[in-house]
T-cell receptor, first 115, second 111 residues
C-alpha cells in the first residue's frame, strides 16, 4: 500500500492556459474522488468515479473542468482556459468500499496557482 | 447531508486529553458522524466514525450524545503531531464519500 499519489505537487500557470493533474489511487480501490480546497476552507467535493464510470459531478465543476478515469485505474483532472479563481489545492481520494465503512484515503494534493 | 458546527480553534497542552466538540442538531436517522483531520500540507486523514454508539480506535474516541445532536472527538493524550485541522462530517451512508467538510477546528497542541 503506497498510498494515493498525485502529480505534480505544485503547478504554476498563466491565465488562459490548460492544466492537467494526475491521481494514482491505492491499488484495488474502485472509488476515486476529486476535491478542491481553497485557503482556510475545508475540501469541496467535485466529482467521483466508481471504476471507470463517472457517477456524479458537483455544480462546482464548470464546463472548463473534465475528469477521466480510463480503465478504472489512475485519473486525470483537466482545467481548460484557467482563471485566477481556479487557484486552489486539488485533492484526490480513493476508497475500497461503499456504505458506512467507507473511508477516504487522500493524496497530498496538487497546489495550483494561476497568475 | 446535515450541517455541522465546530469551534474555529482550540488549544491543548501536550499529554492532556483534547476534546473537540461538534454540533449536528439537524442530523437524520440514517446519517453517520465522521471525523477527519488535516495536517498542514497534507490531505485529510480518516480518524473515526459512528452512528449512535460510542466508538474507540487506536487514534481516538468518539462520543455521540443520546439524541445524536452533538458529538465529541477525544484524543486521549495529545502530542505535538496532533496539531491539525479537525473536520466533523455528517453524511448519509449511501452518499458515498461525497462529503461536506465545513471549515473544521484548528487544534494547536502546545508543549
Amino acid at each position: 500500500d503506497t498510498g494515493v499519489s498525485q502529480d505534480p505537487r505544485h503547478k504554476i500557470t498563466k491565465r488562459g492556459q490548460n492544466v492537467t493533474f494526475r491521481c494514482d489511487p491505492i491499488s484495488e480501490h474502485n472509488r476515486l474522488y476529486w476535491y478542491r480546497q481553497t485557503l482556510g476552507q475545508g475540501p469541496e467535493f467535485l466529482t467521483y468515479f466508481q471504476n471507470e464510470a463517472q457517477l456524479e459531478k458537483s455544480r462546482l465543476l464548470s464546463d472548463r473542468f473534465s475528469a477521466e478515469r480510463p480503465k478504472g485505474s489512475f485519473s486525470t483532472l483537466e482545467i481548460q482556459r484557467t482563471e485566477q479563481g481556479d487557484s486552489a489545492m486539488y485533492l484526490c481520494a480513493s476508497s475500497s468500499q461503499g456504505g458506512a465503512m467507507e473511508k477516504l484515503f487522500f493524496g497530498s494534493g496538487t497546489q495550483l496557482s494561476v497568475l | 447531508d446535515a450541517k455541522t458546527t465546530q469551534p474555529t480553534s482550540m488549544d491543548c497542552a501536550e499529554g492532556r486529553a483534547a476534546n473537540l466538540p461538534c454540533n449536528h442538531s439537524t442530523i437524520s436517522g440514517n446519517e453517520y458522524v465522521y471525523w477527519y483531520r488535516q495536517i498542514h500540507s497534507q490531505g485529510p486523514q480518516y480518524i473515526i466514525h459512528g452512528l449512535k454508539n460510542n466508538e474507540t480506535n487506536e487514534m481516538a474516541s468518539l462520543i455521540i450524545t443520546e439524541d445524536r445532536k452533538s458529538s465529541t472527538l477525544i484524543l486521549p493524550h495529545a502530542t505535538l503531531r496532533d496539531t491539525a485541522v479537525y473536520y466533523c462530517i455528517v453524511r448519509v451512508v449511501d452518499n458515498a464519500g461525497k462529503s461536506t467538510f465545513g471549515d473544521g477546528t484548528t487544534l494547536t497542541v502546545k508543549p
